[in-house]
């Protein structure tokens, strides 16, 4: 496989921008390619402070770096998008667009025109991504044999953190996993000292106001404020005379009769984006209510849609009760989780309403705690990912087949855009390769050896058994990948290589925050 510009000296000025951004993307490259895989090995990243966090996981590890060059930041935008999208597989996507960044290099110091390059490697992607996506299989079911092995995959063989993700998938359905809406990853909370969980409903980061007196409530009817309950306000102004004075006393009967409606409609959950007011507070104690104040905005909505309440401004609380009674939610529990410092509220398994599940992800230590939330969360997104787009063969089986198929497109490609079709098969073969080397074996050879047995047996499933250096079927080993995880990251990783390679010069801007001369 070529090594791109390292081969090439630095006398032709030309292409020396060209080589010191190859460089710059080569060392990001480098920093995460020997996770990848079932031998993949682990990164350190040691903080400013001394802190340290360990893991393979090419995000964390992208987003930590102390990167300065704009080219490789670059890069770690192909990371940052693959995960944002898709969640899963941002190591491979890097990975791709370091490859492709070289190969294109390697032309382009051999004398194809930049131009022809890039254009050459849009039609190779595009080519590319036609010939995996025909070779999609569909997800039948949440009880599809391959949906539990993409989660096992992903989760780095964590058994623990893919039978709660598979449990939560099950808790959720079908209908909303597909929802592209709904993230099954944003559903993990990783707390430290807790026992993993999965819960169906929501739990909120705030404590409720009065902890001790207020634990639990059954059936309960739930308000959601996106203000503070408090009266009306007054200017200050106002306040000074005397009809001014009369009115904020007449404001705060209004505000007693509010709280009085609200107690007899048995509200017991009154949920909160902003503070409460004294009076309110004590009322709220005294009448039972269980208040949660200072809540985001995000977490409101998600308890709108799990408890079917309607969130309001305080206003809405001069209405009558029969248009009250409208607004209101519903939570067979509320209940303040001492042991994890949470509120707990229970989705209420009605057909209008979403199902909303919660993972909860605990360990001992803050560290430990966070690496399998990490875990986790790359599980949940594969499979989402899965159940919405499907499944490939792994370990870069799919890519090796379609990599020389794509050489075979390029043998009949007329013009210079045959070398940027080439240096996308050449780039293809870089995930198995990889995997290959960090598993300790010859790539080439291997590669080769996986070639023959796809053609014999005319399947793209064939790969390595890392373990033994078998050709074994990677399809029937369980060992498979999302679709849309390959899909979006070749896509992604095309995208910035094609940037990078156009890059003629790099120039700094002047800087224009500080006063004009």
Request: hydrophobic content about 40%.
């Amino acid at each position: 496989m070529s090594q791109g510009p390292q081969q090439h000296g630095d006398g032709d000025e030309r292409h020396s921008t060209l080589i010191n951004n190859s460089n710059a993307v080569r060392a990001v490259t480098s920093a995460v390619e020997g996770t990848l895989g079932p031998k993949g090995l682990d990164v350190m990243l040691v903080g400013p402070r001394g802190e340290v966090v360990i893991t393979n996981d090419g995000v964390t590890i992208l987003d930590k770096m102390d990167v300065t060059h704009p080219a490789a930041r670059l890069l770690i935008q192909v990371a940052r998008a693959q995960q944002e999208k898709i969640g899963d597989g941002t190591t491979t996507a890097t990975v791709l667009a370091g490859a492709l960044v070289q190969e294109g290099v390697a032309q382009i110091v051999r004398g194809v025109p930049a131009s022809k390059v890039v254009e050459g490697m849009k039609q190779g992607i595009d080519m590319a991504l036609r010939f995996l996506s025909d070779r999609v299989r569909v997800i039948e079911g949440l009880d599809d044999p391959l949906l539990e092995r993409t989660a096992f995959v992903a989760g780095r063989e964590r058994r623990d953190m893919v039978d709660l993700v598979m449990e939560a998938a099950s808790k959720a359905g079908l209908d909303r996993l597909r929802d592209r809406s709904f993230s099954l990853a944003d559903s993990i909370i990783a707390l430290e000292k807790a026992e993993n969980e999965v819960f169906e409903g929501i739990l909120l980061r705030q404590k409720p106001l009065f902890v001790r007196e207020l634990s639990q409530y059954d059936d309960a009817k739930v308000l959601v404020l996106l203000d503070s309950l408090e009266p009306d306000d007054l200017d200050e102004e106002v306040l000074t005379t005397e009809a001014g004075f009369a009115r904020y006393m007449d404001l705060r009967k209004v505000f007693a009769s509010d709280l009085e409606r609200l107690s007899d409609m048995s509200v017991k959950v009154i949920l909160l984006e902003k503070g409460i007011h004294p009076d309110a507070e004590q009322f709220c104690l005294d009448h039972g209510i269980m208040v949660v104040p200072r809540i985001s905005r995000a977490d409101l909505r998600r308890v709108c849609d799990m408890t079917g309440a309607i969130p309001v401004r305080r206003s809405a609380l001069h209405k009558d009760p029969e248009q009250l009674v409208s607004i209101l939610g519903y939570t067979p529990l509320a209940a303040y989780d001492e042991a994890l410092e949470r509120v707990r509220l229970q989705g209420s398994h009605s057909e209008s309403g979403d199902r909303v599940v919660t993972i909860i992800v605990g360990a001992s230590t803050s560290e430990v705690v966070g690496e399998a939330a990490r875990i986790a969360c790359d599980a949940a997104s594969a499979l989402q990912a899965a159940v919405v787009g499907g499944v490939l063969p792994g370990g870069g089986t799919s890519e090796l087949a379609v990599s020389y198929e794509l050489e075979r497109h390029r043998e009949v490609q007329k013009g210079m855009e045959a070398f940027g079709i080439e240096a996308v098969s050449t780039a293809l073969r870089r995930p198995m390769s990889q995997i290959l080397l960090n598993a300790g074996y010859n790539p080439l050879e291997k590669m080769e050896e996986v070639r023959a047995a796809q053609i014999r047996l005319g399947t793209d499933s064939m790969g390595i058994d890392c373990d033994t250096g078998a050709v074994i079927s990677y399809e029937d080993r369980g060992i498979v990948d999302p679709a849309p995880v390959k899909l979006h990251g070749l896509r992604a990783a095309g995208e910035v290589a094609a940037a990078v390679l156009r890059i003629h010069h790099v120039i700094k801007m002047r800087d224009t925050s500080g006063p004009e001369d």
